[in-house]
């Protein structure tokens, strides 16, 4: 049974989670209240998931024995985050069904095939070229100009694994911190502002998109997402199409976010394709308290095989990250009227590191 369309789980079936951080804790969270069980797998004693479970393996994504007995006690097998080993993802498709499948972390994985893939089926997003040295670096950016952004191909979230290259900066020096012979130069794009759209899709091949977001990043890390995005109707139906084209394209099954720039057009403004979670994300964070179905459940509802629901948003909603030492002053946002704090059960703060969040549900305006 390694086909999605095989699966339909039923309440006391277990889904298997890769991946133990705050993500994994709140697709837990969401599978036990829709009475599925879930076992999570990671490598990390301190998992924040650990807690809300009933069953836990700890072991490294290569110990195939361990491996195979987490396959043996689930049903089906998802994962927190986009990085799962492709050995670990093999071991595991062998046998169980995978959701989202293997096959997508493949294109999800390595930057610059997510932009061939998405450019191949005509979605804008800004130029881009394979750079493999210093002197391939030099003549993207004789091609594509500058300022541009060098990322590494696999790898790197939060700001990680990227630079801006400026004119007049040390191509040998950036090369060189980068510490990859795999990259990708991407131009600057001058966008208005940065928007996500988390769209669920499940076996059946129903699409269900939630509002478009609007994000705010500090030092490369999220720091608030606002839904709905502050962009015309027209723009935002043109951000979920896209979001549905690429789901529909990937044969995807689960949640995933396509996060997008909002750029200049001639006449109106229009929307590029920055990159592709195949994952719940946390520019969805909102929909937990801000909408009547979470991204989560979503996410559970698909992978098991079920109908998803259509997601009601409850007003205009703010998520604020915790970040570092901001969980700190928890206790100021509990006396916040409609606001809910989700605390992520981790270890003590540390500089970029998500310790929580806050969602603040402001009721519609009435006319």
Known sequence: MTSSNAVKLKPGDTIGILGGGQLGRMLATAAARLGLRCQVFSPDPDSPAFDVVQAATCAEYADVEAL???ANDVNVVTYEFENVPAATAMVLAARRPVLPAQTILETTQDRLVEKDFVSKLGIGTADYADVSSVATLRAAIARIGLPAVIKTRRFGYDGKGQAIVRDGDDLDQIWEDLGTKSAILEAFVPFEREISVIAARSTSGQIECFDVTENEHRDHILKTSRAPAAIPDALAAQARAIAEKIASALDYVGVLAVEMFVVPGSGAP???VN????????????TLDGASISQFEQHIRAIAGWPLGKPVRHGEVTMTNLIGDDILSYEQWLTVPGATVHLYGKGAPRPGRKMGHVTEVMP????
Do not use: D, M, Q
């Not at 990159?275 to 909102?286: F, L, Y």
């Open 364 to 367: 519609p305006r009435k006319p």
């Open 270 to 272: 229009t929307v590029l």
């Open 68 to 70: 195979e007995l987490f």
């Open 275 to 286: 990159e592709i979670a195949p994952r719940v994300h946390n520019s969805g964070h909102w």
